[in-house]
């Protein structure tokens, strides 16, 4: 388990958000999917949280959906001690042609994805109000302004929709987005958010573990340099165990790596005092393509059968004096 004594208490800058492990969690597993509507049960979601109750502090949900309300239901139920980012999962207002898999949307498609975005914004302001000692910030969305998206928002939309939810709650707001937008066109956006919160995924960009904490660091720092009075976190960080080679190498990928990458990032942002979303929590089945070792189903720190891979004996066993105190007691 995880030593908590090391832990440092203070602020992230100005917000009060003490540090702590924080992970990513979406709990799908085989044959269930969100796009079909279908979702963990609360008895699984149940089981889910009281293995990530051990280590982590911090959940990030990416939607105010069905799997959602049943997460905080649980947390509140079972009175678990977390804290959670509630994320607005939101569908594309914008045809993108930079998408590699495709992104052509009607002027009607569009209409209601921007109707639907609005129910998400709503749903996402009742429930910060619900379990408003559980959701400690909100994400207008995820991934959505970045050049490859498939659900491309303005930054015009992502701004309105900021000065709404900030007009009726009061936990602080961010938008969860790959680290380039941010210098360049997402300007406008941070003048109104609480907090900026970047991806950073070396292996997506051909890096392997010999320079991947130090590209990881030159993403954080590219963002907190350009703005060095608005707090910055890093909501997904992480190295997938399999891949067929679609966009990942497949020699690039292990269980191995993804510990040693883990074991390297949460030195360096323990260290900093950044607060880091690991991605994810567990492997998901229905994302990507159909193939098995499609890399987008495979970077869980346990496997889909809730079992922990190989980081999670280096990072969170138990040390060895623990166990001595515990044969002496």
């Known amino acids: 388990m995880f030593n908590t004594n090391d832990k440092k208490t203070e602020s992230i800058n100005s917000l009060d958000i003490v540090h702590d492990n924080a992970i990513c969690y979406s709990g799908y597993r085989e044959g269930q999917n969100p796009r079909e509507g279908i979702y963990p049960s609360h008895a699984q979601v149940k089981e889910d949280l009281l293995i990530l109750s051990q280590n982590w502090k911090y959940l990030r949900l990416y939607d105010c959906g069905p799997h959602a309300e049943i997460v905080l239901n649980v947390i509140e139920a079972e009175a678990l001690d977390f804290k959670v980012m509630l994320g607005v ?121 010999d320079d991947a904490l130090e590209y990881t660091k030159q993403n954080y720092h590219s963002v907190a340099h350009h703005y060095p009075d608005k707090p910055v976190v890093i909501t997904e960080a992480g190295w997938t165990t399999q891949s067929n080679g679609r966009g990942i190498e497949s020699w690039n990928a292990s269980q191995e790596l993804q510990a040693n990458y883990y074991e390297q990032l949460l030195a360096w942002a323990n260290e900093e005092m950044i607060l880091t979303f690991v991605f994810e929590a567990f492997d998901e089945p229905w994302k990507g393509s159909p193939h098995p070792q499609e890399p987008e189903k495979h970077w869980g720190l346990f496997t889909v059968d809730r079992k922990p891979k190989l980081v999670m004996e280096n990072l969170y066993a138990v040390k060895p004096a623990v166990i001595e105190l515990a044969e002496t007691c």
């Open 89 to 209: 999962d939101m569908a594309a207002e914008m045809t993108n042609p930079n998408c590699p898999w495709g992104a052509n949307f009607s002027a009607e498609t569009l209409i209601e994805n921007r109707y639907a975005n609005c129910r998400q914004v709503e749903k996402l302001i009742e429930l910060s109000k619900r379990y408003t000692d559980i959701v400690f910030s909100v994400s207008v969305g995820n991934e959505a302004s970045v050049d490859w998206t498939d659900h491309m928002v303005s930054v015009d939309s992502l701004v309105n929709y900021v000065i709404r939810i900030k007009s009726s709650i009061s936990q602080p707001v961010t938008f969860c987005e790959n680290y380039v937008p941010w210098t360049d066109k997402l300007a406008p956006l941070v003048a109104v958010l609480d907090f900026i919160s970047i991806h950073t995924y070396p292996a997506w960009e051909y890096r392997t573990l």
